[in-house]
Nanobody, 115 residues
Framework: QVQLVESGGGLVQPGGSLRLSCAASGTTFSINAMGWYRQAPGKQRKLAALVRDGDGTSYADSVKGRFTISRDNAKNTVYLQMNSLKPEDTAVYYC?????????WGQGTQVTVSS
């Protein structure tokens, strides 16, 4: 059973930075893709950033140029560096992994951008 453990959320002022981490355990083979989705209050969960095995990346238009996703395969860990944060980035951020065609989710970490 794959488990995803997130860390790094919190409260930050507009223009600030946060770094999220997500460590995966319980895998034997390489993980196809890892990433972050986010869900704002009253809205649907949407992709923020994704990195595939082989390092191909995808970003939501709203975070391009501000967020950077990276992956450490040796540690089965994915990171999301978030810079120039805006109030509209406020959401619960969920770690995601695609492992052997099955989707796995973390429990979520709150990111609040407010002065």
């Amino acid at each position: 059973q794959v488990q995803l453990v997130e860390s790094g959320g919190g409260l930050v002022q507009p223009g600030g930075s946060l770094r999220l981490s997500c460590a995966a355990s319980g895998t034997t083979f390489s993980i196809n893709a890892m990433g972050w989705y986010r869900q704002a209050p009253g809205k649907q969960r949407k992709l923020a950033a994704l990195v595939r095995d082989g390092d191909g990346t995808s970003y939501a238009d709203s975070v391009k140029g501000r967020f950077t996703i990276s992956r450490d395969n040796a540690k089965n860990t994915v990171y999301l560096q978030m810079n120039s944060l805006k109030p509209e980035d406020t959401a619960v951020y969920y770690c995601y992994a695609d492992y052997r065609a099955i989707s796995y989710w973390g429990q979520g970490t709150q990111v609040t951008v407010s002065s």
